[in-house]
């Protein structure tokens, strides 16, 4: 064997072992390096002593020690390394990336939070006149969602035809919103103003999604990062709220009234600032630590079938009807909403080669509960609707029930066939990618075309 | 000579503080000056040092900077503390005691005979 193939395998066989030793999670890079200058210094030395390569290297390995016994000595003395960190890696390879990244998330997060004060130097202050709430009621979507959009197009890496397909939604809704003639404190202002943010949201998947809708695959991971994003939001607002707590309680211990710092200043920027530093971290973390939502939805799948079915057969067993109340259909709506929500985190989740199991029969049970439940709000409702005529709002939510419905009603019958293995996981998979598009549709609808038709009233 | 896992434990700090206390060294340069010192008999599984290298290091008894080797490699040099040479100074005393208690016990002194076996 020629010296330099000789000294290629070694090479060769050192990246193997390296390979192998970087899975271990309480081996760190640093902690490589030094192994690996270890393990190169006694191959010299036993190549010195006349053995070849090969040999060498089987020899110094040996010496090294076990893999498993050595990872477990290293974990006994750092055992803080088992507890994956996020955004703290010091080492390893991409770190100038991550930190162009982190300055860019920030810089995004502060412009975010400046964006909501705006308005104010136009004299439409937080605190100010009716005037003044219903703007930010109709406009704070759009005050903060282009950072995050702008964040993933300059993440992704859009084109400028990408880029003005991004910008077109945004620019639709700030013209409908502040050019529509809305009736002061009308139902269409206000459902507008609900769904605009979800209308933008998917216009942010537009973006995350680097401007691939059209792929399925895109679209769960959109789906996937949404209810990251969401968990990460609701924990970074817990650690606000305790900050404002202290914040009031300490200035109120010198006489200092700091309301007005907290209500004008540090919960509307920060909110606007946690919206863009949730999706960094989301973005950041993906392949660091395990999802939180499938995790949330695997506990919660089957309370909330059990609720369901305890309502059913209270239903029955006391015989009364649902009262309709003004609340009801949208209390139904948002119940069908979390159903569709632990349905379509299970199926993000699930390795979609799975032979059926007992989740998914728990699954079908949620959502035939479900479906039935909704059929008899339904019912209720329409007799209302039938005696009293249409309202925006009735219309509004009465849409948003019939498209969950139909998603509902899709799915049961997809996991009735998945379970009797007519058809492969595939099919709902697919089922759920291909109906994200029918919500933003309804979304837009609401906010461009209901002013429309209703009058703005 | 095969050493008991604790007893190995036990006695690395002291001999890795020790060598420490020469000169600044590095991981494979303190396991072949274990390996010159014992004449062969102590020996370490190699890989085992560095957990206590890093132990010392977080104790502040020991410093570590990063340096070169003579081919150019990155190398972790290590370097004994003053804290370090306290310690060492302790737990010299305290194998003082315990190896001159061993000594002095008529079951040792049988077995410390030299006979060879």
Known sequence: ?457 | MDIGKDLVAASATPLVLAILSEGESYGYAIIKRVDELSRGELQWTDGMLYPVLHRLERNGLVEATWGRSESGRRRKYYRITDDGSAELAIQQQQWRVVNETLRSTPFMSFQLAPQGI
């Open chain 1, 1 to 457: 064997m020629s010296h330099e193939r000789s000294a290629q395998l070694l090479e060769d066989r050192i990246e193997e072992w390296q390979a192998w030793v970087r899975r271990r999670q309480a081996i760190d890079a640093t902690d490589l390096e030094e192994l690996e200058d270890h393990l190169r210094s006694q191959v010299a030395d036993l190549r010195e002593s006349g053995l070849d390569e090969e040999e060498a290297f089987l020899i110094a390995v040996k010496r090294l020690g076990e893999l498993d016994a050595l990872s477990r000595e290293f974990a006994r003395e750092h055992s803080e390394r088992l507890w994956k960190r996020l955004v703290v890696a010091e080492t390893g390879e991409g770190r100038s990336d991550r930190t162009r990244e982190a300055l860019a998330a920030v810089s995004l997060a502060i412009g975010a939070a400046l964006a909501v004060k705006v308005p104010e130097l136009f004299g439409l202050a937080l605190d100010g006149s009716a005037v003044a709430e219903s703007f930010y009621l109709r406009n704070v979507s759009l005050l903060v969602l282009p950072f995050l959009a702008g964040y993933f197009a300059w993440k992704r890496g859009l084109d400028t035809s990408d880029l003005l397909r991004l910008a077109l939604p945004f620019l639709a809704g700030a013209l409908a919103m502040n050019l529509y003639p809305f009736a002061p404190g009308g139902s269409t202002e206000i459902l507008a103003a609900l769904h605009l943010p979800m209308a933008l949201w998917f216009a942010v998947g537009f973006g995350y999604v680097g401007g691939a809708w059209r792929n399925h695959d895109q679209r769960m991971n959109f789906v996937r990062f949404s209810g990251e994003w969401f968990i990460y939001f609701v924990l970074i607002a817990l650690g606000g709220g305790v900050l404002m707590m202290f914040t009031l309680f300490i200035f109120g211990a010198i006489g200092f009234d700091a309301e007005w710092l907290l209500e004008s200043w540090i919960l509307p920027c920060g909110a606007a600032g946690a919206a863009i530093v949730a999706g960094w971290l989301v973005e950041a973390k993906q392949s660091v630590i395990e999802n939180m939502a499938p995790v949330l939805t695997l506990l919660f799948t089957p309370l909330f079938t059990l609720m369901l079915l305890a309502f059913i057969v209270t239903m029955i067993w006391t015989g009364s009807g649902i009262a309709v109340e003004r609340e009801v259909l949208i209390g139904f709506d948002l119940l069908l909403v979390l159903v569709v929500g632990l349905l379509l985190y299970s199926i993000s989740a699930r390795d979609p080669r799975a032979e059926p199991g007992p989740f998914d029969a728990l699954q079908l049970v949620l959502v035939i509960c479900a479906l039935l439940v909704d059929a008899l709000a339904l019912w209720a409702i329409l007799a209302r609707i039938s005696a009293f005529g249409f309202t925006p709002n009735r219309v509004a939510a009465l849409g948003e029930n019939l498209i969950l419905v139909v998603n509902l009603a899709g799915s049961a019958v997809l996991y009735a066939r998945f379970l009797r293995r007519k058809t492969g996981f595939a099919p709902l998979e697919r089922w759920q990618t291909a109906y994200l598009p029918v919500y933003a549709v309804w979304a837009w609808i609401v906010v461009l075309v209901f002013p429309l038709v209703f009058h703005f009233d």
